[in-house]
Every structure is written in C-alpha cells, then in structure tokens.
Nanobody, 124 residues
Framework: QLQLVESGGGLVQPGGSLRLSCEAS????????VGWFRQAPGKEREGVSC????????NFANSVKGRFTVSRDNAKNTVYLEMNSLKAEDTAVYYC?????????????????WGQGTQVTVSS
C-alpha cells in the first residue's frame, strides 16, 4: 500500500519550533518531488514549501520564508519541514504530498499521493 504519513505536529507557543516528518511507505521517495501544504479553518489549502527529487527547494508562501526549511533524507525515505519562529497564523493542518518528476507545483492537484495531515497549533 502506497502512503505518506506525517508526524511531529502539536501545540507550541508563539516563537517556538516544530519539525514535521513525512515518511513514505510502499514506494521510494527518491523519485518524487514532495510538497508541504496547509489548511487553516475556514481557509483554502495553501502551498507552503516543496523539495524536488534533486533537492531543489521552492517556497510558495512568502510568510514562511526565512522561518521554514524543507529537507529530505532519502535513506530514511522521509521529508522534513523545520518550522521556526512560529506564529499564531501558522496554525493549520499540515499535509505532505508527492508527485513524480522534478517540478514543484503550488497547486495540490498536481500531486499523486497525500498524507492524512498533522495538526499544528500555535497558541499561548
């Protein structure tokens, strides 16, 4: 069964940090570009960041530049999203998604596999 599983979400105070993980099972992430998306209550899904299969990084959301870092460890079949200086407006369910090919797309329809999401809540 091909699936992505996110983990690492939780409750954190403003200014804090979290590291989200996206682990693939049933397929090898080496051949996939992986995007991170988020959806806050009452809002549309938003592309956050992406790492291509050759480790090129694209940040879709200006609001996370300088604070969020995406990386991959192909040996662990896992992609990470390191989130620092978290703000209340970062509160959302975060999803990872994978697509074959080199290109990062901000649109979620371009991705083939999705995780179930992990909740990130930034609150004091």
């Amino acid at each position: 069964q091909l699936q992505l599983v996110e983990s690492g979400g939780g409750l954190v105070q403003p200014g804090g940090s979290l590291r989200l993980s996206c682990e693939a099972s049933g397929f090898t992430l080496d051949y996939y570009t992986v995007g991170w998306f988020r959806q806050a209550p009452g809002k549309e899904r938003e592309g956050v960041s992406c790492i291509s299969l050759n480790s090129g990084v694209t940040n879709f959301a200006n609001s996370v530049k300088g604070r969020f870092t995406v990386s991959r460890d192909n040996a662990k079949n896992t992609v990470y999203l390191e989130m620092n200086s978290l703000k209340a407006e970062d509160t959302a369910v975060y999803y990872c998604a994978a697509r074959s090919g080199y290109v990062c797309y901000a649109g979620g329809n371009e991705y083939d596999y999705w995780g179930q999401g992990t909740q990130v809540t930034v609150s004091s």
